[in-house]
Each structure stands twice: as C-alpha cells, then as structure tokens.
C-alpha cells in the first residue's frame, strides 16, 4: 500500500450547492487518504481495529470472512463506486472480514470522524451513501433468498450475471477466472465445473481466459428455462 501524490487542483467555489461527493472522495483532506493497493494486497483483515470507511475509485475488492475453524467464505465482490468497511460506523470496534485488492486498486481512507462530518454537513454527499446503503441491504436480501430458494446452479449463473456487471451502465464486463466461484455460490468446485461446461455448451458463456458472459444467460434466469434445472 502507498499513499498517492496529492495533485494540485483548481480553487474550489465555497458555493456548497457545488459540491460533488465523487470529486471529494477523490482527493486527499483532512481525515482521507487516497491510498495504492497491488493485487492481493489486504486492505484490512478480520480482526484489525476499525476506524475508517473505504471508497473504491479504481479497481476491484474481494470480501472474505473465516470461521474459527478456519473455513474461509467470499461474501462479496466490489468495484469503483463502492463503500466497504462501513461498520465502524455503527459501533464495530474490530473488522469482522478481511478486504483484498483483487486488482491494482486505488481506493479513498476515510476517518470515522471524518465521514461523520461529510454526512452531517454536506446532504450529497448524505445522499450518496444512503443510496449506496438501500442497494446494498437489498443485494443481501437478494442473496438470502437465492440461497433459500434456488439450486447451487441458478446461484451460479446468478452470480455470474452480477459478476459481469448486467444491468448496469455500459456493456457486460469480462469476469477474471481467479475468482472463487464455488465460495462465492456455497456449493464444490467440481459442481461448479459441472455448470460452467454446461452454460458454455448451451451457449450462455464463453471461456477464453476471461470468462464473457452472454445475454441468453439472463434470459434463461428471468424465465426459468429448463435447462436451468439442476442435474439430480
């Protein structure tokens, strides 16, 4: 991890109707650092003290818990755009998972005092993250539920469809073959080869090197084709 070069920027106006949350995440003041981080760097690990708030501006961030038997889960994937450590906020005295850069990463440290400050005085920014909170409370709904309700199969492609970023600005983003799918879905690697050879043959996927994820797969999860029936 290293600290970026704060670079000199234009005078701001003190018009707050001018201020912008993505510009102020971007830039270092008092209480934010905008930090480096390498691939497979931690940006904390379970157990560390908590005292500040991350912003994703560029890169990807791996979620992961362990038990006390030492089973490790991926519990999410972030990207730019993104909060994560935000239990220091409600009273999380020690981080409860452990955050890796999966990419070269360039992130935005925030200081609990600091980010109480932003939402008390600046409604944007207030608004930003209450935002991002609702989305995210919903994401774990979603996940409840698909894990109650849906075969290890359907949580695979559902995954894959929000791996790649479907429904969202832009087009659907290649998913790097690194990722720990069978974790991320809470079924076996095998069975998650089994269902991958199986999307990429029914031509829902492709796999070359990077795995693409097609449209027809999103279609067979709203409409719950049949070959989307996991094998007994």
Known sequence: MKLVEPKEAPVEKPDKGMFDPK???AKVGAGKEV???HKNQHVFEQGDVAGAVFYIQR???KVTVQSDQGKEAVVGI???GQFFGEDCMNGHKLRISTTTAMDDSVITSITK???LAALHDEPKFSEMFMAYLLTRNSRIEEDLIDQLFNSSERRLARMLLLLANFGKAGSPQPISPNITLAEMVGTTRSRVSHFMNKFRKLGLIDYNGHIEVH???LSAVLHEKPQLEEDI
Request: hydrophobic share 55%; no cysteine.
């Open 23 to 25: 510009i102020f995440l």
């Open 35 to 37: 930090l480096e981080f």
């Open 59 to 61: 890169g990807k961030v």
């Open 78 to 80: 972030l990207g730019p």
């Open 113 to 115: 005092e600091a980010m």
């Open 215 to 217: 449209n027809s797969l």
